[in-house]
Nanobody, 122 residues
Framework: QVQLVQSGGGLVQPGGSLRLSCAAS????????IAWFRQAPEKGREGISS????????WYADSVKGRFTISRDSAKNIVYLQMNNLKPEDTAVYYC???????????????WGQGTLVTVSS
């Protein structure tokens, strides 16, 4: 079975930092583009960052650019989202998702993490 297991969420004060982890089980993350999404209460899902399958190209939504960093540790089969200078509006459930970017399903995530809650509050 393929699975993404997330960790690293929790409560943090404004201006603080958290690092989210997305660990692959049953497959090699190097073969997947990984994206991070978030969904705040009463809001739709927002794509916030991604990293490519091969060349490691990254993308960030304007809302997190300059504050969040996505990275891949191939040896550990983990993708991270380092979140710095967190703001209350960053409060959301964060999800990672993997996409092989092949075939008809290219661009559609094929495996999702379970989600982790990040709460930014004083």
């Amino acid at each position: 079975q393929v699975q993404l297991v997330q960790s690293g969420g929790g409560l943090v004060q404004p201006g603080g930092s958290l690092r989210l982890s997305c660990a692959a089980s049953g497959f090699n993350l190097d073969f997947y583009a990984i994206a991070w999404f978030r969904q705040a209460p009463e809001k739709g899902r927002e794509g916030i960052s991604s990293i490519s399958t091969s060349d490691g190209r990254t993308w960030y939504a304007d809302s997190v650019k300059g504050r969040f960093t996505i990275s891949r540790d191939s040896a550990k089969n983990i993708v991270y989202l380092q979140m710095n200078n967190l703001k209350p509006e960053d409060t959301a459930v964060y999800y990672c998702a993997g996409d092989t970017m092949t075939g008809a399903a290219a661009g559609t995530p094929e495996v999702w993490g379970q989600g982790t809650l990040v709460t930014v509050s004083s």
